[in-house]
């Protein structure tokens, strides 16, 4: 056979046993090719600020500082927000959730029933997520949502997947999954960093 010949079989075979992954919640994924220009053109915006710097009276010069604690923290906040980027590109863009139908792998719809939106509906009354940036109409943003709160189930799960999809490193993106969540229950808090009394135990 010639190589021409077997590398079509083994795209044949490919596009019919595409590599699955089930995840902690009981779905199954598999990732779909994305140009990495997305994925660049999605963070690139999020710029890092200038290195304050220092003045030295006695030498009349400046030196840099990156020890500054501002500049850290926005460091830190900018870190977040490219790992939470490439993560909405990467749930959106490169994964697919599957389901097996006549024994091929074919794309999950979004689930008949809505009682998953409802609970998480519940649970951002609670405040114990932040759903105020998405239309609950439009059907892009419920597979998002879908997606992120009800397929991943576990940020683990999650950062393994985007990990191999991205290249960026699993811990970090955990660590900033973990910082993203408790910013967006921060920021539904009532203003002053504590949640409105109504209904919260």
């Not at 239309?135 to 576990?154: H, M, P, Q, S, T």
């Not at 997947?161 to 229950?185: N, P």
Request: glycine letters at 6%; aromatic letters at 8%; zero cysteines.
């Amino acid at each position: 056979m010639s190589n021409a010949k077997e590398a079509a079989v083994k795209a044949v075979k490919s596009s019919e046993q595409p590599d699955t992954h089930e995840l902690s919640t009981g779905y199954t994924v598999r990732f779909k090719p994305v140009s990495r220009f997305i994925l660049m053109d999605a963070t690139q915006n999020i710029v890092d600020p200038p290195i304050p710097v220092i003045v030295d009276e006695e030498q009349g010069k400046e030196f840099p500082n990156p020890n500054d604690p501002a500049y850290i923290r926005e460091v830190e906040a900018n870190g977040t927000k490219r790992s939470m980027a490439l993560a909405e590109v990467t749930l959106m863009l490169v994964v697919d959730v599957v389901e097996k139908i006549d024994d091929k792998w074919e794309i999950a719809k979004l689930p008949n029933d809505d009682s998953w939106l409802a609970e998480l509906q519940w649970l951002g009354k609670r405040k114990r997520i932040d759903l105020s940036g998405y239309d609950l109409e439009n059907e892009i943003d419920k597979v998002y949502i879908w997606k992120r709160f009800a397929v991943f189930g576990d940020n683990a799960d999650f950062a393994k997947l985007m990990a191999q999809a991205s290249g960026t490193d699993e811990k970090e993106i955990i660590k900033a999954m973990d910082t993203f969540q408790r910013d967006a229950r921060g920021n539904s808090d009532n203003g002053n960093g504590s949640e409105e009394s109504e209904g919260i135990s």
